[in-house]
């Protein structure tokens, strides 16, 4: 399964990310969707999305799209949240759930910079943070993320980048 990961969008779903994702079987976008619903409708009319609010994200959205998710996919068990932080410096309620859950791969957002990272403390546990897709905040970069999942395997990621 191919998948595209964003975050941060804060209500921009700009074209080249639309291009970048054009193959991807799901979009997992790790909160701040911005925009209200409007936005987080137009994504899943491109591509199936599995989300999450961020804390810009309105209360309409967080029926669709809650704090926290796991899920597996093919093998995968992935656990989504918007605040998370990195290996050695979680955020209090995302140690927690990553405590509870153990996933494989753990998707965060919200510091707006990309991060891919393995947790040799947790067992090789994989933490991606896309960074951000919008044009909101502090960072001079746009990015996302895609890659492969088979059989319980990551592989193939790879980096989008666009200037802000």
């Avoid at 700009?14 to 969707?33: L, M, P, T």
Wanted: one cysteine or more; glycine letters at 12%.
């Amino acid at each position: 399964m191919l998948i595209g990961l964003i975050s941060d969008t804060h209500g921009v779903f700009s074209e080249e990310f639309r291009e970048f994702f054009k193959d991807v079987d799901e979009i997992w976008h790790a909160g701040d969707f911005g925009g209200g619903m409007e936005l987080a409708e137009k994504m899943a009319q491109f591509k199936p999305v599995i989300g999450v609010a961020g804390n810009c994200d309105d209360h309409k959205l967080r029926f669709i799209h809650p704090l926290h998710r796991f899920f597996v996919c093919d093998g995968v068990k992935v656990l989504m949240t918007h605040i998370g932080g990195y290996p050695g410096r979680y955020d209090r309620t995302a140690r927690e759930l990553i405590d509870r859950y153990k996933p494989d791969l753990f998707v965060c957002g919200h510091s707006h910079i990309l991060k891919v990272m393995r947790d040799h403390s947790r067992g090789g546990m994989l933490t991606m943070n896309p960074g951000a897709a919008g044009i909101q905040g502090f960072h001079l970069v746009r990015t996302a993320l895609r890659f492969q999942i088979d059989s319980g395997k990551i592989h193939d990621l790879e980096v989008y980048e666009l200037d802000r």
